[in-house]
């Protein structure tokens, strides 16, 4: 047998979330001003995002609804 290498292997893929929760309607206010503020759009993704963290929405696989194929799939040696 050959001799073997570490190999980082990544790769990018498109995944829709969704999960149904009961919202304090304060944040959902929250969320509806923040749609339609001057933010730019990184400050009103990170205050949407800290909102839906409050309710376990992190990106865990029980939330996956759809997901594409793995793309752009890297092989990078590790020394």
Excluded at 48 to 74: C, L, T
Aim: aromatic residues 12%; without cysteine.
């Amino acid at each position: 047998m050959g001799n073997k290498v570490f190999v980082s292997i990544s790769a990018e893929m498109k995944v829709k979330l969704s999960k149904t929760v009961e919202m304090d309607e304060e944040d959902y206010e929250e969320y509806l001003s923040l749609v339609d503020s001057e933010l730019s759009y990184s400050d009103i993704d990170s205050k949407i995002a800290a909102i839906a963290h409050k309710y376990n929405f992190d990106g865990s696989p029980d939330d996956w609804v759809d997901f594409d194929d793995p793309e752009e799939i890297e092989f990078k040696v590790i020394e």
